[in-house]
């Protein structure tokens, strides 16, 4: 999964121009969801924040959504917190930090209802954590970051670091007092800190707090600001003397302590939420007993209540995006129509109908595996039961019509017709021993006799091949091989090697990568040999394409490197970027190459496997591409399964017809 590092020095776009071209985001619907927001105009406005920068908004409350924003210049942002000024709507504020360096960060801004976004220069590379706008005042903002607390008081024209010396940092949380915008709670990764003077004089508020506890969340009862909650890895705490005592919470059991976001209902003071790693909690007597309201696998990153009705409930999950409830909670339905941020490994098209298309994700757990669409994209059904939450990292599909699934613990088939998957994991190993048998003249004797032990294959699955006489599998503990099927495999380590990441064959030519070397075999896997010539500095190989005369061309963080039958190999600049490419695939009906890249959305084109031209441009980056009735389909690592227009002037149809003139 690509996650460039990236400070922000200049101010940034960005409805998304390059993120977001013409081509369609057709789902599958769902994924991780960070933060949420709404509009205090207008609370059908509703905004979210996802884990790679970008925003989605929704006009109808949290029904349909569509992508609104990105920010930063790669997908390393964290969007923890989403705030509109209460006063004036068109603004806007987003506290981001990075994935890929997590001292880093930017609290970004709009005046202009996202149409522009910059980020405030006093906190820029700063990685900030938490963020409020205070409800008396909205010009003051206080804001933490990993360094400590950040204040401005006229609307983020200037900003000053208010918390003293090297004793408060690693800030995740921050509250305000609703009434006085100069009382400030600030929960660190060690516990918490409260100012009564904006900053001048800080005390450490721990008592009745388990030592070592990281403040997650920190809320202040507008009916009563000495009421104050706090939730910390060692448990949920209340205060009802504004934070000079706490005590603990009882009835959320230790598990489900991690508890990210609390929130207060905004219109019965006595409701509160705890959105935790095992589910949403609710209280429903000011935190006296808590009652578990949601299924207990889902992860709540953020809880937002519709101020107008607080039977509306939206939670920002991990996974299953945004879950909706018109009962106050008692019962929730997912609501991600037009939410697509999913990490998309592979896209199948049906050879025996082109309207339906599969797709493996990963990092979804049970609300991933495969999803399926007979209608080109418009509409998906997950079908992965049998896979057991299960990542999928190749989805192959047999000339019969099954799917083959390879997953981070073995191989699955999906009978053609089926609604479950089946393991396809007997490996079976031929053992040399002895029996002794008696001769016609009576005598005892040895003879050599073979017992077969099976085994079950439990590794990683990076790659299927679907050969016309055997299948392979390219897996973390060896390359395997099955002559029935998929019923029986036999394999293991090649040369010492374990670790691959890619297989192809052709008649009895067989080429496997792991991440830095390809192995050959002429002979059926008989025997195997190193293919020499390829660059030392080639560390991180991602998959490999054949043709079936034995041109091999391999796609590497380091670039593309081709070789003819895995003679001496040379690093292809002719056409393609020198670095970074994500995937490379040779379509046999239409005798084309096709590369994606990780750094761009251009699909890269080429008859030859030599010199490439740029196709299409799908405004996403891209991790590999397929066809539907001429066009391409892309996979991508964070937005779904994006389509090409069907005017598209450089269409798959077009390209190749240009191709074959």
């Keep these: ?81 989403l705030q509109f000024d209460p006063k004036d709507s068109s603004s806007m504020y987003a506290a981001a930090w990075s994935v890929n360096n997590q001292q880093e960060g930017d ?29 008396s005042d909205s010009k003051v903002i206080t804001v933490g970051a990993l360094d400590g607390v950040y204040r401005t008081v006229d609307g983020g024209l200037n ?5 003293s010396g090297d004793e408060i ?52 009862d507008p009916s009563n600001t000495q009421t104050i909650f706090a939730s910390a890895c060692s ?79 939206l939670l920002a999950t991990d996974r299953s995006g945004i879950l909706a409830s018109d009962d106050g909670a008692q019962s929730f339905l997912t609501s991600n129509k037009g939410y697509a941020h999913r990490y998309v490994s592979s896209v199948v098209t049906s050879n025996a109908n082109l309207d339906t298309i599969y797709v493996g994700v990963v990092n979804d757990r049970e609300a991933g595996g495969v999803f399926v669409s007979q209608d080109q994209g418009k509409h998906w059904t997950q079908k992965s039961v049998g896979l057991d939450g299960r990542d999928v990292f190749a989805l192959k599909e047999t000339p019969n019509g099954d799917l083959v699934a390879a997953t981070n613990r073995g191989m699955f088939m999906l009978a053609k017709n ?48 679907i050969a016309p006489t055997r299948w392979l599998a390219a897996t973390s503990s060896g390359i395997y091989m099955s002559a029935d099927q998929g019923k029986t495999w036999k394999g293991g380590p090649v040369m010492g090697q374990s670790e691959f990441v890619g297989v192809r064959a052709n008649d009895n030519m ?12 002429n002979d059926n896997a008989a025997t195997w040999h190193v293919s020499t010539g390829l660059a030392s500095t080639v560390k991180s190989i991602r998959n490999l394409a054949m043709t079936p005369d034995g041109q091999l061309v391999i796609a590497s963080r380091e670039g593309a490197f081709r070789s003819q039958n895995g003679g001496v190999w040379e690093h292809i600049v002719n056409g393609l970027p020198e670095h970074n ?7 046999a009906k239409r005798n084309q190459w096709f590369a994606t890249s990780t750094e761009t959305g251009v699909v890269f084109v080429s008859t030859d496997g030599h010199s490439w031209e740029r196709g299409p441009d799908a405004g996403y980056p891209l991790r590999g591409v397929s066809f539907v009735h001429g066009r391409f389909v892309g996979a991508t690592s964070f937005d779904g399964v994006v389509l090409q227009p069907e005017n598209d002037n450089q269409s798959a149809a077009a390209t190749v017809g240009a191709s074959n003139n």
């Design 510 to 521: 067989i080429a496997a990568a792991t991440r830095e070397t390809v192995l050959i075999s």
């Design 169 to 220: 940092h690693s800030v995740e949380s921050i509250a305000v007092d609703p009434q006085n915008p100069n009382t400030i709670y600030a929960g660190t990764w060690h516990l918490a800190w409260k100012t009564t003077d904006g900053g001048a004089n800080w005390s450490h508020i721990t008592k009745g707090m388990i030592e070592d506890s990281d403040v997650f969340s920190i809320i202040v």
């Design 418 to 465: 089926a609604s479950v998957w089946s393991p396809i994991n007997t490996v079976v190993e031929d053992k040399a021993s002895s029996r002794i048998i008696t001769t016609k003249s009576g005598q005892k004797k040895s003879v050599p006799s073979t017992t077969q032990v099976k085994s079950v294959l439990t590794a990683h699955v990076s790659d299927i091949e």
């Design 107 to 135: 609290l970004f801004f709009t005046h202009d209802s996202g149409m522009s976004w910059q980020s405030a220069a006093a906190l820029r590379g700063k990685s900030v954590r938490a963020m409020v706008i205070s409800a």
């Design 581 to 587: 490419i994500s995937s490379v695939s040779y379509d």
């Design 1 to 81: 999964m690509s996650r460039k590092t990236f400070v922000l020095l200049t101010v940034v776009l960005l409805c998304g121009a390059a993120w977001a071209g013409q081509w369609t985001a057709l789902g599958p619907d769902g994924g991780d969801v960070r933060s949420l927001s709404y509009d205090p105009k207008n609370p059908d406005h509703i905004f979210l924040g996802t884990s790679t920068g970008s925003i989605f908004k929704s006009l109808d409350g949290g029904h349909t959504w569509e992508h609104f924003a990105h920010l930063g210049a790669g997908d390393d942002y964290v969007i923890d917190h």
């Design 235 to 313: 448990g949920i705490y209340k205060s009802v003397n504004a934070g000079e005592q706490f005590s603990k919470i009882q009835g959320i059991p230790f598990s489900a302590r991690r508890t990210r976001v609390l929130m207060q209902d905004p219109n019965h003071a006595e409701i509160v939420y705890a959105g935790t790693t095992e589910g949403l909690w609710k209280t429903a007597d000011a935190g006296k007993t808590w009652k578990r309201v949601s299924n207990p696998e889902v992860v709540v990153n953020d809880v937002m209540i519709d101020p107008r009705n607080s039977q509306r409930v």
């Design 159 to 163: 900003w000053k670091k208010i918390s």
